[in-house]
């Protein structure tokens, strides 16, 4: 089965906004998004992010556009594990499965989806290729996820990076609702 779906953040910690165009399939994920920051300066991004089979990323495109530059990434990830960005190999972020683009509630989503986490307990730990914004540097990130609660329609899941956590509300479709202190629905109220 694949829904599609529309999304829109306001984006606490950019002082921004996004809006993702977001379709997951039995086990892929095709979403492409529109963001609006001012910090750490003004800035627009596009992206388009495509999975293979079990929510593994197979390319992330962004395009980046501030007041002095334009920079693209085409960062991509090999059936072997092997990435690479613009055609440039990165050893450094082999191993991993997913991208993860900064300030993009989007990008949460496929490690999620992939475990189940959003339906069950479970605590899982992941290497990613972290791309930060709005400079498209691609970095690795550790990152653990931990189901914490779930309802009938929404799941809590604790997200940590080295000193950083916040607890995560995710849709029964394993997409991000709220990310207290980084994304809120547009319109939601603090």
């Known amino acids: 089965m694949t829904a599609t779906t529309t999304r829109t953040w306001d984006v606490i910690e950019s002082q921004g906004y996004e809006t ?7 086990d ?20 388009e992010l495509e999975t293979g089979e079990d929510f593994v990323t197979r390319s992330l495109r962004v395009t980046a556009e501030t007041a002095t530059a334009t920079r693209e990434l085409d960062l991509r990830r090999r059936d072997d594990g092997r990435w690479s ?32 986490l959003h339906l069950r307990p ?14 498209l540097t691609v ?19 604790r997200y940590e990076s080295g000193d950083y956590r916040s607890d995560v509300t995710f849709d029964e479709a394993g997409l991000v609702l709220t990310y207290p202190g980084m994304a809120r629905p547009l319109g939601a109220a603090d």
Do not use: K
């Open 28 to 47: 892929t994920l095709h979403a492409r998004g529109r963001a609006v920051g001012t910090v750490p300066e003004p800035y627009w991004i596009s992206y």
């Open 20 to 26: 993702a165009w977001i379709t997951v399939g039995t």
């Open 139 to 157: 970095r690795l990130s550790r990152q653990t996820y931990t189901h914490l609660s779930r309802t009938d329609t929404t799941a809590v899941i």
């Open 85 to 116: 960005a613009d055609g440039v190999v990165l050893p450094e972020v082999d191993g991993a499965l997913d991208c993860d683009l900064g300030l993009c509630p989007v990008t949460n989503a496929m490690p999620v989806l992939r475990h189940g």
């Open 122 to 135: 479970g605590r899982r730990r992941f290497l990613m290729a972290w791309v930060s914004v709005p400079d």
